[in-house]
């Protein structure tokens, strides 16, 4: 599943990567399906705009599998308490995208024991 979250959340026990994507990766990689974990409106239609592609709302909980790719929109500043952004302030604050993706720490340990520790 290629999950779409508006936080950078650990969402169960892992191991983890979290590297930097552009506007455009994310884009590419969420063009072949995604599904929403955004829980706020406005936060769903300004990812909207700037995906170039329809963002839905859902409060539903997710738990990450080494089989998951979540696509993170990440904002650079901490908006005040209760404040609902429009697109001109959140590009003010300025945004990041991220990629995180869950380790497989069996088929690691099962890899490494095949070529051995230290490659």
Not at 30 to 56: C, N, Q, R, W
Not at 65 to 91: C, Q, T, W, Y
Not at 96 to 105: E, N, R, S
């Amino acid at each position: 599943m290629i999950a779409l979250l508006s936080t950078s959340i650990l969402t169960t026990h892992g191991t983890f990567t979290f590297v930097p994507a552009t506007l455009e990766q994310a884009r590419t990689i969420m063009s072949k399906g995604f599904t929403s974990f955004v829980g706020h409106s406005a936060t769903a239609e300004i990812l909207s705009e700037l995906l170039d592609m329809p963002v839905a709302t859902s409060r539903e909980q997710y738990a990450q599998s080494h089989e998951d790719v979540a696509i993170i929109f990440k904002l650079k500043g901490r908006p005040a308490e209760g404040k609902i952004l429009s697109r001109n302030e959140i590009e003010a604050i300025g945004y990041d995208f991220g990629v995180l993706t869950m380790i497989d720490m069996d088929a690691l340990r099962k890899f490494e024991q095949r070529i051995g520790a230290g490659y």
